[in-house]
């Protein structure tokens, strides 16, 4: 295990996409972070350059104290050794699973007795001894994946880096597996990096979160700080599924522009600091902080009032979204809470909203 460090990185790639912007993140040693962000945020762009598969423009990459890659230097990856396991397994077809996970370590040159020795305790690990002498063909997806992270573990790489290695399995699967992977990395002390598009798996398993848009670290948090104390707008809708309100902040109070929403006076506001004059703001509303009561009145609605276009029934609470004038709000009711069904009318009531100020973002959620 080692620590990883990457310091004022970027990378452009040769077509001038730009895929890394000012990256600065270091991973302690056994310490297990997952890279999170929507398709083309620079997550696999990230893994790549800590693996070295790409070149970094500018900036600087050190694995356990030793530079790998800077303006002069260059570390290949196969000198590197570091375990990692993609997407899509990467598993040789003609070779066993016990010559598929020995084959790091044959590279290695490590003496026949230690290899079957180190082999046979990793395939214990992930449950795989009884299919040592299978080939992948006759494994299942699961089984197959499981190959891939023996092969990467085996030879106590420096450092894992997993690219979605988990996203073509499918539930229960995923979810053990996911369970497995956090377990062996904790026994084994290893530093993980772990990839995903998923934010709650990445919430899950992950020490820290490191949420990436436009090819920036928009955050770098434990995930109950994530949770509660999102960096940004962005990071509120996309790993909170909160709503997003445009509007201005003054003495102390949220304007929104949409004038037909009324939010109640006693809803809790956090706003980084107070200001003097009014100011353009985006507020978050989590959907844990809002409430839903059902609307009594027979009349015309009033500006508190939406309408139920989705109640979704889940295991920890139902997921409802509401319309309200146009834009829509994501709502959990917890089990046993009285849900409404689609159609009805509903007061909402808003407990807390988070407020960021507007000027760095652009409509597209990332930072210019
Ligand atoms: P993610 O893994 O988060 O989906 P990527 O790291 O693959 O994102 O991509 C980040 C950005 O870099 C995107 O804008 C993508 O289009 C661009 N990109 C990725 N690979 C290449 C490439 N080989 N050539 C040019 N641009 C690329
Ligand atoms: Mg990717």
Redesign the pocket.
């Given at each position: 295990m080692a620590k990883l460090q990457l310091t004022d990185v970027h990378h452009v790639?040769?077509?001038g996409?730009r895929?890394l912007r000012d990256i600065n993140l270091s991973v302690e040693p056994g310490e297990f972070i997952t890279l999170v962000?929507p398709?083309?945020?620079?997550?696999?762009?990230?893994l790549r350059t800590i693996a070295g598969f790409l070149q970094p423009s500018h900036g600087m990459v050190d694995i356990g104290g030793t530079r790998v890659a800077d303006d002069k230097s260059w570390v290949g990856p196969e000198r590197r050794d570091l375990g990692m396991v993609f997407q899509e397994h990467a598993v040789w077809p003609h070779l066993t699973v016990f010559q598929n996970v020995a084959y790091p370590l044959q590279r290695k040159r490590v003496a026949k007795t230690a290899m079957t020795r180190q082999v046979a305790d990793v395939l214990e690990e992930v449950g795989l001894s009884e299919h040592a002498q299978q080939k992948p063909a006759a494994l299942s997806g699961g089984q197959r994946q499981r190959v891939a992270l023996a092969r990467a573990i085996v030879s106590k790489p420096q450092a894992l880096l997993l690219d979605e290695a988990l996203s073509a399995l499918d539930e229960p699967l995923r979810a053990r597996l996911r369970q497995q992977l956090r377990r062996l990395t904790q026994d084994e002390g290893l530093t993980t990096v772990h990839?995903t598009h998923d934010r709650t798996e990445a919430l899950a398993l992950a020490d820290r979160v490191v949420v990436?848009n436009g090819?920036r670290i928009v955050q770098d948090a434990p995930p109950a700080e994530i949770l509660a104390n999102p960096a940004n707008s962005f990071v509120a809708a996309f790993m909170s599924d909160a709503a997003v309100l445009q509007g201005s902040w003054a003495a102390g109070r949220f304007y929104p522009d949409n004038r037909n929403l009324h939010i109640a006076d006693d809803a809790v506001v956090s706003h980084p600091e107070e200001q003097t004059s009014a100011v353009r703001c985006r507020t978050t509303v989590a959907p844990e902080d809002i409430r839903l009561e059902t609307f009594r009145g027979n009349g015309p609605a009033d500006r508190t009032v939406g309408t139920v276009t989705s109640v979704l029934a889940g295991r920890f609470g139902t997921e409802i979204s509401v319309d309200w004038d146009g834009g829509t709000f994501a709502v959990y009711a917890p089990v046993g809470a009285l849900v409404p069904k689609t159609s009805d009318r509903v007061v909402i009531h808003i407990d807390r909203m988070h407020v960021f100020e507007d000027s760095a973002l652009t409509t597209h959620g990332a930072y210019a």
């Open positions: 790639y040769p077509n996409h895929g962000g398709s083309g945020s620079g997550k696999t762009t990230l990839v990436l090819g």
